[in-house]
């Protein structure tokens, strides 16, 4: 099977960075990954192993303890996780803590703020979580009733979060909340809870159809003091700008792990077909199994192209947050039903959780899901029409 061309946004310090993170992973981090499926989460020595080898917020700058890279950075790492089969796991760890909540610090945060949580966050010594998802509110943040009482020298944050990433192991939790009396998403604001703290309980950590690495769970605010500067933001009431702003980058990031394990379906299944027999000949040799791939690899050949086009807008920074989604509507969509037929060549074997074809199939479901589900992509888009 012939290899992808390289991405165009690609370039040489971008190609040794993926090669070496390549091997860092395969030579320190797989041989861990069984535990964490049985366990349910990432152990915090890894996340420490992760600080020390430049690989968590890759794209913050240098005075903050970063990588000093950009998006194209974080990116790289984010692609080299889930080819090595980490994506369920640690990948989206990594990506949520510093892709997503060192981003906030960094677009928003005062000076004091950066230097005091970007610093650990880059040696891992801090992890990251955005609790934004309630029971009864998911994709509509409007619905939000998780609450911050003003009171002297800062808030009091009551409410419960759930479904939310890393939210066994974080200890820095990025909390949307209802700070005043604006109707809608008007009155949301960001505000950050340092853990442990008291008033603050974590839940169980939550059975999931797949992504068994990756600690999801409950959280509970019983009247957590937060201090003023807790405050994500020049004033109260700004969290709706601030996350649209940022969305377009973290379903960007979903987008191009949908587009990898697009690859690796194919990649995995077209050998496998290789080595199989089936009624006295190779699985590969029946025609079935030949339009099944090349429909598949079509797929991911597109889902590619658009990902890298997408990547390159985002550098330039022209990328729209309707863009975004279409991309993270498309390519999530579209890796279910590539994986789907891909397992299906499988036979029983498929439906094995020793095979990767079967996690990749369990973790790709809640792509449809997290991050905004496809229903909400489709809203955005159709408001652009």
């Not at 994506?87 to 990594?94: D, H, P």
Request: with cysteine; proline share 4%; hydrophobic share 45%.
């Amino acid at each position: 099977m012939t290899s992808p061309p390289p991405s165009p946004w690609m370039d040489e310090d971008l190609s040794i960075l993926e090669t070496y993170v390549s091997r860092f992973l395969a030579a320190e981090i797989l041989p861990r990954s069984e535990r964490w499926e049985a366990e349910g989460q990432v152990d915090r020595d890894t996340w420490l192993m992760l600080g020390e080898a430049g690989l968590l917020c890759a794209s913050i700058p240098e005075s903050y303890g970063g990588g000093g890279g950009g998006y194209a950075h974080e990116a790289v790492i984010h692609q080299a996780f889930s080819r090595a089969g980490l994506g369920g796991g640690l990948g989206v760890g990594n990506s949520i803590s510093s892709g997503v909540v060192a981003h906030y610090i960094l677009a928003y945060g005062t000076e004091a703020q950066k230097q005091k949580w970007l610093p650990p966050m880059a040696r891992g010594e801090r992890i990251g979580a955005i609790a934004m998802t309630e029971p009864g509110a998911g994709s509509d943040l409007q619905a939000v009733r998780t609450s911050a009482t003003p009171c002297e020298g800062g808030y009091r944050l009551s409410g419960q979060k759930t479904f939310i990433s890393n939210g066994q192991i974080a200890d820095l939790i990025v909390v949307v909340a209802r700070t005043g009396d604006a109707a809608g998403a008007k009155g949301l604001s960001l505000l950050v809870v340092e853990a442990p703290a008291d008033g603050f309980r974590r839940g169980r950590n939550l059975e999931k159809l797949g992504m068994h690495a990756q600690d999801t769970s409950e959280l509970f605010f019983d009247d957590v003091f937060v201090p003023a500067d807790g405050l994500i933001g020049e004033a109260p009431g700004q969290a709706f700008g601030q996350l649209m702003n940022q969305l377009a980058w973290e379903r960007l990031i979903i987008a191009l792990a949908a587009a990898v394990n697009m690859e690796l379906a194919v990649e995995i299944t077209t050998r496998y077909a290789r080595e199989r027999s089936v009624f006295g000949q190779p699985l590969m040799d029946m025609q079935n199994t030949q339009f099944v791939l090349a429909q598949a690899k079509t797929d991911a050949t597109v889902g590619r192209t658009f990902v890298d086009s997408l990547m390159s807008r985002l550098i330039a920074g022209e990328l729209d947050p309707a863009t975004a989604a279409m991309a993270k509507l498309w390519l999530t969509e579209t890796q279910c039903r590539v994986i789907d037929a891909c397992q299906q060549l499988f036979g029983g074997y498929g439906y094995m959780s020793e095979y990767p074809i079967a996690r990749l199939y369990a973790d790709a479901r809640v792509s449809r899901v997290y991050g905004g589900a496809s229903e909400i992509m489709k809203l955005i888009v159709a408001r652009t029409l």
